[in-house]
């Protein structure tokens, strides 16, 4: 059950704007509504990591993009060139562009959504971490930790508050404007709180939009992407892959075509995907599932450079995330092992352990 909690101050969310100054430079956040970005803007953004950050392009737990590395100042330039590029519609809106989409579906919604939600003044206001998603169906994304979000059933949409079906229904047609209502209504009641699920009477948010009757039971979000051979919504092939730590070089972006990024760091594209990229297509390679943030020496929190130990630690299986400290950066939605550096040594699913490689390697095999 979700505890109401009162949250002081604003979120501090980075933007493509307002840079996070970290330990090896500004950290700029790129949101791309429903994962979906052209070939033309991968290859520029890798010139832009190249010339501007430190040379790679990170995938986040919410499928967007981000530049790190950046010296101060150079999000002036990097906001010219994402406006230049159609990754930057408004300057007002660009932190809540929060938008995650089915990876194969259409992503239509999430385009409209995105319109809406930037042509609407009030949700400025919504802080960085408020997150919509708009579910194909397949129900991938809409129990991944969405303060709001729709996904087909019997006819129409139903559309969850908070990750849960308290009843409300919209035909096909209503799905953007019940969303946008949504998060307006969610302004106007909270206090504080950054999120619908903090909220002390989810329920009562929900009952301006519905009777207030559940139907859908919670579903555990898939704690992995599509890896190797995809069949989209609309019966195209493609390939999905997972990103080694969600990093891709800039040979590797300067390589893809359109791609979807997905909530799990990985990307899905249509066709083919070059060969000898070292993205994974295997489903059953190691590498799948294992996420870090950015630890030693990226973020002055951390307390190991968990990102390389995250490369060398053998990890078929259950997905794992490892962090430089206790905040837990990045960590994705649902069931995975939970790998944290402290003072001394590590906590594994909240147990000290002595031996890391170990408790792991024991850990994914439960
Ligand atoms: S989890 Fe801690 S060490 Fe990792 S990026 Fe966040 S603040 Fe930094």
């Known amino acids: 059950m979700a505890i109401p909690q009162r949250r002081t101050g604003a979120d ?160 096909a047609g209503d799905v953007v404007a019940a969303l946008v209502a949504v998060a307006l209504a969610f302004l106007d009641v909270r206090d504080g709180q950054w999120r619908i699920a903090e909220l002390p009477d989810v329920g009562g948010l929900a009952r301006r939009f519905a009777p207030g009757v559940g139907r859908l039971a919670a579903r555990r979000p898939p704690t992995g992407g599509p890896v190797g051979p995809v069949v989209f919504a609309d019966g195209g092939q493609g390939v999905g892959a997972a990103v080694p730590l969600g990093r891709l070089t800039a040979e590797q972006a300067r390589a893809l075509g359109d791609v979807v990024v997905t909530p799990w760091r990985g990307l899905v594209v249509r066709g083919d995907l070059p060969g000898g990229l070292g993205l994974i297509t295997d489903p059953a390679a190691p590498g799948i599932g294992v996420t870090a943030c950015a630890g030693r020496p990226g973020c002055h929190q951390a307390l190991a450079d968990v990102r390389a130990l995250a490369m060398t ?54």
């Open 313 to 366: 630690v053998s990890t078929p299986g259950r997905a794992v995330h490892w962090s430089g400290c206790g905040r837990r950066c990045g960590r994705p939605a649902g069931d995975v092992l939970d790998v944290v550096a402290a003072e001394t040594g590590f906590l594994v699913d909240g147990v000290a352990v002595e031996r890391v490689a170990e408790a792991v390697a024991r850990g994914r095999q439960e």
């Open 12 to 171: 501090a969310c980075p933007g493509a704007l307002d840079v996070h100054r970290a330990a090896d430079g500004g950290l700029a956040r790129i949101r791309i509504p429903g994962g979906r970005v052209s070939g033309e803007q991968v290859r520029r953004l890798a010139d832009l990591a190249v010339d501007l950050g430190d040379g790679g392009l990170e995938l986040t737990s919410r499928a967007n993009l981000q530049l790190r590395g950046l010296a101060q100042g150079a999000e002036v330039e990097l906001g010219a060139e994402l406006a230049a590029i159609g990754l930057l519609p408004s300057l007002t809106h660009e932190k809540v562009r929060n938008i995650m989409a089915s990876p194969l579906g259409s992503g239509v919604l999430a385009a409209e959504l995105d319109a809406a939600v930037c042509a609407e003044p009030r949700l400025a206001g919504l802080p960085g971490r408020f997150l919509f998603a708009v579910d194909s169906g397949a129900g991938d994304v809409a129990w991944l930790g969405a303060d709001v979000a729709a996904i087909p059933v019997d006819g129409s949409f139903a559309v969850l508050l908070g990750g849960v079906d308290h009843g409300v229904r919209v035909a």
